[in-house]
Nanobody, 124 residues
Framework: QVQLVESGGGLVQAGGSLRLSCAASGRTSSIYPMGWFRQAPGKEREFVAA????????DYADSVKGRFTISRDNAKNTVYLQMNSLRPEDTAVYYC?????????????????WGQGTQVTVSS
């Protein structure tokens, strides 16, 4: 079992930056592929970014490429999402997720564990 706790959300003006953190608990939590997803009001949850367990491979949604960066510190059991050049359309609840051990990158259909979510609001 892995527990995920997000932090770092908040209100920011368009063009600003935020860094989300996801603290994972569990003795082997560092070996899970991790990702970030988001859900805006009235919309389905969507993929944002993913990282493999070593941190050597990442993937991003087209809408955030060049603006967001996912990273992880396995010594701290923490995954980060650095969000720059934020836009009002980035407003959503952001969820941290862990995929299956041995999976290269997590996708929406293979998430094993979810965090509780953190709200990000970007004002225009």
């Amino acid at each position: 079992q892995v527990q995920l706790v997000e932090s770092g959300g908040g209100l920011v003006q368009a063009g600003g930056s935020l860094r989300l953190s996801c603290a994972a608990s569990g003795r082997t939590s560092s070996i899970y592929p991790m990702g970030w997803f988001r859900q805006a009001p009235g919309k389905e949850r969507e993929f944002v970014a993913a990282i493999n367990w070593t941190g050597s491979n990442t993937d991003y949604a087209d809408s955030v490429k060049g603006r967001f960066t996912i990273s992880r510190d396995n010594a701290k059991n923490t995954v980060y999402l650095q969000m720059n050049s934020l836009r009002p359309e980035d407003t959503a609840v952001y969820y941290c997720a862990a995929g299956r051990v041995g999976q290269a990158l997590v996708v929406l259909g293979t998430v094993l564990y979810w965090g509780q979510g953190t709200q990000v609001t970007v004002s225009s």
